[in-house]
């Protein structure tokens, strides 16, 4: 280990991993001064870990820092850089394809099973990471930003970049529910055969709707939507207010519709009863949905 001035420190990350510390002045002047650091580790040519450290030394005008110069040896530095992040399960995707490409650049192919086990607990790092560097700048942000999961990006690839950033901005559409109205405006897209523009002009009226998520469904399903309203209006004329809660099968796909109530007097059995008896001579508009 030697103390190094820091204006003859590499300028360039090994990996241009995600900045996670960030210090103040003050804090960066004690740390060092009393020397509860880790020593950044360093190669001639590049900083392998302790970028953040070296970032904020030179900010609050420190000039000299411990580090540990090692030799160049590409599969050795880059495990050593993946050790010392200590986030295993935790990179981003856009680490993973910086991590790629050096790979790629070094020839280190071969060694991929040893290095994703640095980076995740099991299988192929590269397997998703391949197809997050065919995604839309658009797309890898909304990834990295944890907006969307990769497997969902991959399958709405199809989709044109600019729907992933409407859908993206919209405050209204909760995490789950993005998922849901991509996949729906894809399939709608499909079904009409609609244009990249058409596309477009769909999802801004979808996230211009008071709730996205039934607006893309009625798009998306007119029918079962024509049956939801349908039903609805049956229970509101029928059983509402008579203490009867009645559920239609998921999808309107069953054998029939669950009843729900409790008794507590004779009085609300008696209306239990009549409306049961409604329901009876109405039941043909009921089963008709299924």
């Known amino acids: 280990m030697e103390l190094y001035n820091i204006i003859n420190l590499p300028k360039e990350p090994f990996i241009p991993f995600r900045k996670y510390i960030s210090r103040n002045q003050e804090e960066t002047e004690i740390l060092v001064s009393e020397g509860y650091y880790q020593p950044p ?3 001639e ?3 392998i870990w302790g970028n953040d450290l070296i970032e904020s030394a030179e900010k609050a005008g420190i000039s000299k820092l411990w580090c540990h110069l090692v030799a160049e040896n590409p599969l050795e530095n880059l495990l050593a850089a993946l050790r010392l992040q200590n986030r295993k399960n935790n990179f981003s ?3 993973k394809s ?3 490409a050096y790979i790629r650049k ?3 192919e071969d060694h991929i099973s040893m290095i994703s086990a640095e980076i995740q607990d099991e299988g192929d790092f590269t397997i998703y990471t391949d197809k997050y560097d065919t995604l839309p700048e658009t797309v890898k942000d909304g990834i990295d930003e944890n907006l969307i999961d990769i497997k969902t990006a991959v399958l709405m690839k199809d989709l044109p970049a600019e729907v992933f950033d409407i859908i993206f901005r919209c405050g209204k559409i909760s995490y789950s529910s993005r998922r849901i109205i991509l996949k729906e405006i894809l399939e709608i897209s499909r079904r009409d055969g609609l244009t990249q523009d058409e596309c477009i002009r769909l999802t ?3 996230a211009d709707a008071d ?4 607006s893309a469904a009625k798009i998306r399903y007119p029918k079962m939507e024509s049956m939801k309203e349908a039903f609805s209006n049956y229970v509101s004329s029928t059983v509402k207010g008579s203490g009867i809660t009645l559920e239609a099968p998921q999808g309107f796909e069953g054998s029939g519709f669950t009843a729900r109530f409790q008794i507590k007097s004779v009085t609300q059995l008696e209306r239990i009863i009549r409306t049961l008896e409604k329901v009876k ?3 043909d508009q009921l089963f008709k949905l299924l």
């Open 98 to 100: 910086a991590v790629l």
């Open 45 to 47: 040519n590049s900083i």
């Open 106 to 108: 070094n020839h280190l």
């Open 93 to 95: 995707f856009s680490e």
């Open 204 to 206: 801004r009226d979808i």
């Open 211 to 214: 709730n996205p998520g039934e």
């Open 281 to 283: 001579e109405s039941a």
């Open 41 to 43: 580790v360093i190669t």
